[in-house]
C-alpha cells in the first residue's frame, strides 16, 4: 500500500534518518517504536506528506509523492490520510461535530454530507450525546475520541497517529487502543502509530524499531 525507499531527512548538521526502507500494508496496525530522538516523529510526518525527505521516494499504491505539486499533495492529504496527535488539537470555539465535519468541507462536501458521516461516527463511538459540546467540556478520553471521528471523516486510505494515548489516564488508554484495534477489524482500516506503549506496539500487526535514525 504505502513503500518508502531509503528516506533521508536531515536538519542541519543533525541527520535525523539514514536510509530508511519500510512497506506499509492494509488493513493492519503498524507501531513506530524508539528513544526519544531516534526518529519516529520525522518519519511519520514524511509518510504523511507534512514534510518532505531530502532523498528518497513515497510509493502511495505506486503513486510517487514527490511528483505531486503542493496543490496536489494536500488534495491527497486531506483525501487520504487522517491524522491523531498526543494533544488532541481541537478548535476551542467549535463544538465536537463542527470539529469533526471540517475536513469535509475542506474536501468540498455537503454540509448534510459532512455531519450524517460524523453523527455515523459519533454513534460507532459512543460520542453522540456530546455532539454539541466544546472540547472544555468533554473528557480528554472524548477529546481524543472525537480527534479519532475527525482523521476518519473523509474515510482515509491510512491514519497516522503520533502518541495518540500518551497524554490519556490508563482507562482512557486502554480504551483508545481496543477503538483503534476494533476500527481495524470492523472496517480495515490502516493505521500508522508512534508510541512508546510496548503492550500496545506488541499487539499491533507490525512493528519498526528506529534507532539513531535506522530500522533496527
Same mark, same amino acid.
Given at each position: 500500500m504505502i513503500t518508502a525507499e531509503k528516506i533521508a531527512k536531515s536538519f542541519g548538521t543533525l541527520q535525523v534518518l539514514k536510509g530508511i526502507d519500510l512497506q506499509i500494508e492494509k488493513g493492519k496496525i503498524h507501531s513506530i517504536v524508539g528513544a526519544s530522538g531516534a526518529g519516529k516523529t520525522t518519519l511519520l510526518q514524511i509518510l504523511g506528506t507534512l514534510s518532505k525527505p531530502d532523498s528518497g521516494r513515497i510509493l502511495f499504491e505506486n503513486q510517487n509523492i514527490a511528483a505531486f505539486s503542493d496543490k496536489e499533495i494536500s488534495a491527497f492529504r486531506n483525501r487520504q490520510i487522517g491524522f491523531v496527535f498526543q494533544f488532541h488539537h481541537l478548535l476551542p470555539e467549535f463544538t465536537a461535530l463542527e470539529n469533526v465535519c471540517i475536513p469535509a468541507y475542506i474536501a468540498k462536501k455537503s454540509k448534510s454530507d459532512a455531519e450524517?458521516? &460524523?453523527? /455515523?461516527?459519533? =454513534?460507532? !463511538?459512543?460520542l453522540s450525546q456530546r455532539k454539541d459540546h466544546k472540547p472544555s467540556e468533554l473528557s480528554g478520553g472524548e477529546r481524543q475520541r472525537v480527534a479519532v471521528a475527525r482523521a476518519l471523516?473523509?474515510?482515509?486510505?491510512?491514519?497516522? &497517529?503520533? /502518541?495518540?494515548? =500518551?497524554? !490519556?489516564?490508563?482507562?482512557?488508554?486502554?480504551?483508545?487502543?481496543?477503538?483503534?484495534?476494533?476500527?481495524?477489524?470492523?472496517?480495515?482500516?490502516?493505521?500508522?502509530?508512534?508510541?512508546?506503549?510496548?503492550?500496545?506496539?506488541?499487539?499491533?500487526?507490525?512493528?519498526?524499531?528506529i534507532k539513531d535514525g535506522i530500522l533496527a
Open positions: 450524517k458521516r &460524523a453523527l /455515523e461516527l459519533f =454513534g460507532y !463511538l459512543g471523516i473523509n474515510s482515509p486510505a491510512v491514519v497516522l &497517529a503520533d /502518541e495518540p494515548s =500518551g497524554n !490519556l489516564d490508563s482507562e482512557n488508554r486502554n480504551e483508545l487502543h481496543e477503538l483503534l484495534f476494533r476500527l481495524r477489524d470492523d472496517f480495515g482500516q490502516t493505521f500508522i502509530i508512534v508510541t512508546h506503549d510496548d503492550g500496545f506496539a506488541d499487539r499491533s500487526d507490525r512493528i519498526f524499531h
